[in-house]
Structure formats: C-alpha cells, structure tokens
C-alpha cells in the first residue's frame, strides 16, 4: 500500500538535512519537492532521479488556499496509487506551512501510513545567528496577517517573531507582497505594545553556505520603508522588564512553609 512522509531539508542547501530525511528520499518511489530555490530542487534531483516540483501550483491572483489544496492532491494521487510517496519541503515541513500537516491528514483519513520528519527551520536559525534563547524571557510566534486580523494579547517582556511579514495583511491569499500602506497599519497596531522607536530586525536565514544572514535593525516607525521579501521574518525584542507575580509568589511561599 501507498504511504506518505513528509520531510524537512532545512534551510541551508545540503547543510541541513538529517539522515532520516535523506534515507526516505532516496528510497521513497517519488518525491515532491515544495522548496523556495531552484538549486534546492537540482540538489534534490541528485538524491532522486523522479522529483517533481510543487512551485509550478503557485501563480499572481490564485488563491495560496486552492495552490495548496492542489499540493496536496497531488502527493495524495501517488499515494492511492500505491507508491511510497515522500514530500519534501525546506525548512521544518510543519513550521508555519500547512500543506505537509493537510497531506498527513488527508492520507491517514483514508487508512494510509504517513508521518512527518522534522527539520531545522527559520526560527532555529533565528535563534542560532541571533543569539536569542526563547526560554530567556519567553518567545511569541505569529503569522503576521493572522496578528492583524485577530486582537492578540501581546507581552512585550517577551520576544515576538513575526513570520510572513512581506505579505502581511493580505486578505486576499494571492499576493507575493504587500506594500507600506498595510505596513502602516501594522506599526500602528505593535505601537499599542511597543515604543515608535524600538529597534525590531528583519531577519533572513543564509540558504547557501556562501551567503549570510540578513539581520536588519530597523525602528519600528521605520518599517513601512523596509525593505521586506517573501522570506522575511521580523523580530522583536523584549521592550520591557518581567513583571514579578507578588500574588503568586505569596501563595508558593505558602506552600513551601507548608512544606518544612
Ligand atoms: N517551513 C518554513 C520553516 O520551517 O522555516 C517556513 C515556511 S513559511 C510558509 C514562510 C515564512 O518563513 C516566511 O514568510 C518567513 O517568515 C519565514 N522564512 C522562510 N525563509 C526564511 C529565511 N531564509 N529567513 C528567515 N525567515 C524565513
């Protein structure tokens, strides 16, 4: 019977790729490859001579929701049709990218085997060229679009990453860039929790060994006139101290006399 698995190469070309990634490539009867550079893919096709590329289902004006529908069809194709069927995607295959997650899901409805292998991804290299620890004072995540639809409780004594910045407030799931005016808009909302001034950084992981991060610190008023791409994170620091719990604290001291 057809199985799925669906793996991450990471973000740096063949720097990244863990063993157990590798071996389902290469033994798997086909591969779907949804990575962001064409290198990648002539990587790829060294480790597997039937790769097919996801990238042809984007295009300007269709909807990323139907482009992703249509991936996921395709692998599940294969898959019905018996074969052993690996999809991979750079970066971690689950991080912040639904359509590994929707081709899991999908195959095991239908009583196939299938199964996700993690990979290191943006925010592992964010961390790693940062220098941040997200335990240190805690680390937000956001989709930025979501972060403008929906009202979010921030805490700025902790870090926020913003992932999809360059499309932020896209309603529409069809453009590859959204421009100042929408940025605008999102400054305004972060300044509710953050001062005009605070230096945020535009990150972008190195994707070749020749190549560096891009890690950009720019003030927060600022960043409509940034320059943003598709593979854009941004990042904000802790603009604040940690507020002490003196209730909570109380009641361990409490217990602790309990305790004794
Ligand atoms: N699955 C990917 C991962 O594991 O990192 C993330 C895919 S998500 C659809 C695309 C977003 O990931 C971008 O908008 C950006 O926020 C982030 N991203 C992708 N490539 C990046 C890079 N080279 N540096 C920093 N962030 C990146």
């Known amino acids: 019977p057809g199985r799925l698995v669906c793996v991450g190469l990471g ?11 590798r071996s389902h490539i290469e033994q798997s009867d086909v591969v779907f490859a949804a990575v962001s550079d064409p290198l990648v893919e002539l990587w790829l096709k060294q480790m597997h001579q039937e790769v097919h590329s996801l990238q ?30 690996c999809g991979a995607f750079y970066g971690h295959p689950g991080v912040f990218a639904q359509v590994a997650h929707d081709a899991i899901a999908q195959a095991r409805r239908e009583g196939f085997l299938a199964h996700m292998e993690p990979g290191v991804s943006a925010e592992d290299c964010l961390y790693a060229d940062l220098g941040i ?10 989709e930025a679009s979501q972060f403008m639809f929906y009202r979010r409780r921030i805490d700025p004594a902790a870090y926020l ?14 453009r590859f860039a959204t421009g100042p005016a929408l940025r605008r808009l999102l400054v305004e909302r972060l300044i509710e929790d953050y001062p005009a ?24 008023r600022d960043l ?11 990042v904000l620091p802790p603009a604040a101290m940690l507020q002490p719990d003196p209730d909570m604290l109380a009641r361990i001291e409490a217990v602790e006399r309990a305790d004794m």
Not at 15 to 21: C, L, M
Not at 133 to 142: I, K, N, S, T
């Open 224 to 234: 409509p006139d940034a320059q943003l791409h598709m593979h854009s994170t941004l």
């Open 11 to 21: 973000m740096m070309l063949g720097a990244h790729i863990g063993p157990r990634a």
């Open 56 to 85: 042809p289902y984007y295009a300007v004006g269709k909807s990323r929701r139907q482009t992703y529908r249509e991936m996921v069809d395709a692998m599940l194709v294969e898959v019905r049709a018996g074969k052993q069927v």
């Open 133 to 142: 620890d997200p335990g240190r004072y805690g680390c937000q995540h956001y």
């Open 197 to 220: 001034y605070h230096e945020v950084i535009v990150y972008e992981a190195a994707t070749l060994p020749i190549s560096e991060p891009r890690m950009e610190r720019v003030k927060l």
């Open 161 to 174: 990453v913003l992932w999809q910045i360059g499309i932020a407030g896209d309603r529409s799931c069809t």
